[in-house]
Antibody, heavy 121, light 106 residues
Framework: QVQLVESGGGLVKPGGSLRLSCAAS????????MSWIRQAPGKGLEWVSY????????NYADSVKGRFTISRDNAKNSLYLQMNSLRAEDTAVYYC??????????????WGQGTLVTVSS | EIVMTQSPATLSVSPGERATLSCRAS??????LAWYQQKPGQAPRLLIY???TRATGIPARFSGSGSGTEFTLTISSLQSEDFAVYYC????????FGPGTKVDIK
């Protein structure tokens, strides 16, 4: 069965950095676009970034552009999010997500359980 | 930039009743729209994609309709497990979620 397991969240000071990881299993990881989606406490969902199956294409929300970098290692079935220059407003649960149709950033059919990132001094 | 709105913000429904949730895009997103259900402490679950196609394992009481800028999610007969927050999401451009509709017990 499809599993997405995030790790790497935690408490970090404003201006700090954090790297999130997502371990994927149960499907051919290299066939799918993957995304990071976040949810601030008590708030709605915000798409953060997505990456194409071969890493040739990435895109970012304006709110994180220039600070966050998405990457993947298809040999390790892993997705990453490097987060730099973190701000209080980046505090959220970060979900790793698989594109439902595989070939483009569209709807999401599988989500991880989420990892909490808290940015506070 | 596309703006997604959902109405109502909260919908109070009795079990067994029909629920109709609306989602509107500020410009056409064709049929590139999905619906998700989220319960407290859980990740969202995909219900509908392509505006009207049920995702794998989703009960037939959930149906989606619409295209362009106006979309509807209908739950034909609410079950206890359906009380949750529902989000629409467009993927015609940069993926964007609506603010959500909370369906609670009347």
């Amino acid at each position: 069965q499809v599993q997405l397991v995030e790790s790497g969240g935690g408490l970090v000071k404003p201006g700090g950095s954090l790297r999130l990881s997502c371990a994927a299993s149960g499907f051919t990881f290299s066939d799918y676009y993957m995304s990071w989606i976040r949810q601030a406490p008590g708030k709605g969902l915000e798409w953060v970034s997505y990456i194409s199956s071969s890493s040739s294409y990435t895109n970012y929300a304006d709110s994180v552009k220039g600070r966050f970098t998405i990457s993947r290692d298809n040999a390790k079935n892993s997705l990453y999010l490097q987060m730099n220059s973190l701000r209080a407003e980046d505090t959220a649960v970060y979900y790793c997500a698989r594109d439902a149709l595989g070939a483009a950033a569209g709807s999401v059919d599988y989500w991880g359980q989420g990892t909490l990132v808290t940015v506070s001094s | 930039e596309i703006v997604m709105t959902q109405s109502p913000a909260t919908l109070s429904v009795s079990p067994g009743e029909r629920a109709t949730l609306s989602c509107r895009a500020s410009q056409s997103v064709s049929s590139n729209l999905a619906w998700y259900q989220q319960k407290p402490g859980q990740a969202p679950r995909l219900l509908i994609y392509g505006a009207s196609t049920r995702a794998t394992g989703i009960p037939a009481r959930f149906s989606g309709s619409g295209s362009g800028t106006e979309f509807t999610l209908t739950i034909s007969s609410l079950q206890s497990e359906d009380f949750a927050v529902y989000y629409c999401q467009q993927y015609n451009n940069w993926p964007l979620f609506g603010p959500g509709t909370k369906v609670d017990i009347k």
